[in-house]
């Protein structure tokens, strides 16, 4: 079967840095998406990977290594409406997302 | 308006209601999309539409039955609804379905308690 595995939740610290990992058992790939989720909003695009490496975008990098089968999410320079759930999905053979459960992070003044 | 909408934000209805979500998204992609959102689970694609047409239907119940008149318009009709069916019922849109980076665009969402 299909599964996507990342931490339920995290806890860090205003300023500091944090890293969710996603970990992917899928048939095929196609790329891989990360979206942040606020509480009682829409989900919204942070990023996309398909080749091996790091993808930066501001505060926010992405990395990916298809061999592993494994992604991560580096926030830096955290702020407080970093405090969201991180959604990591992966396009598979026949397009179409497949989802992890998210990871709720909790950012602390 | 901008975006994907959905109407309406918060539903509470009886397992023997008729209701429908309705979605609308303003950026002119070809492919709509219904998911279901549980707490602490993932995503569950229900439907995709591609040009209007239904291309996915993952297994979903019948008392579940979405519409697509247009590329920019998708409705969700609910009928006898069972209390496990309360969740989060996600709309999206995007552009070219099959092809590696097509980011979706979410609506806010359809809060939906089945009583």
């Known amino acids: 079967g299909q599964n996507i595995d990342q931490p339920t939740e995290m806890t860090a610290t205003e300023g500091a840095i944090v890293q969710i990992n996603c970990t992917y058992q899928t048939s095929g790939f196609n790329g891989l998406f990360w979206y942040q989720q606020h509480a009682g909003e829409a989900p919204t695009f942070l990023s996309y990977?398909?080749l091996d490496g790091l993808e930066e975008k501001g505060r926010f990098s992405s990395f990916l290594s298809r061999s592993k089968g494994y992604s991560y999410l580096l926030l830096k320079e955290l702020q407080m409406k970093d405090s969201a759930s991180y959604l990591c999905?992966?396009?598979?053979?026949?397009?179409?997302?497949?989802w992890g459960a998210g990871t709720k992070l909790i950012i602390k003044p | 308006e901008t975006g994907v909408t959905q109407t309406p934000r918060h539903l509470v209805m009886g397992m023997t209601n008729k209701k429908s979500l309705k979605c609308e998204q303003h950026?002119?992609?070809?492919?709509m999309y219904w998911y279901k959102q549980s707490a602490k689970k993932p995503l569950e694609l229900m439907f995709v539409y591609n040009f209007k047409e239904q291309t996915e239907n993952n297994s979903v119940p019948s008392r579940f039955s979405p519409e697509c008149p247009n590329s920019s318009h998708l409705f969700l009709h609910l009928h006898t609804l069972q209390p496990e069916d309360s969740a989060l019922y996600l709309c999206?849109?995007?552009?070219?379905?099959?092809?590696?980076?097509?980011?979706?665009?979410f609506g806010p969402g359809t809060r939906l308690t089945v009583l």
């Open positions: 999905a992966v396009m598979d053979s026949n397009y179409q997302l497949i």
């Open positions: 999206a849109s995007s552009q070219a379905p099959g092809q590696g980076r097509d980011e979706q665009f």
């Open positions: 990977n398909v």
């Open positions: 950026l002119g992609h070809n492919a």
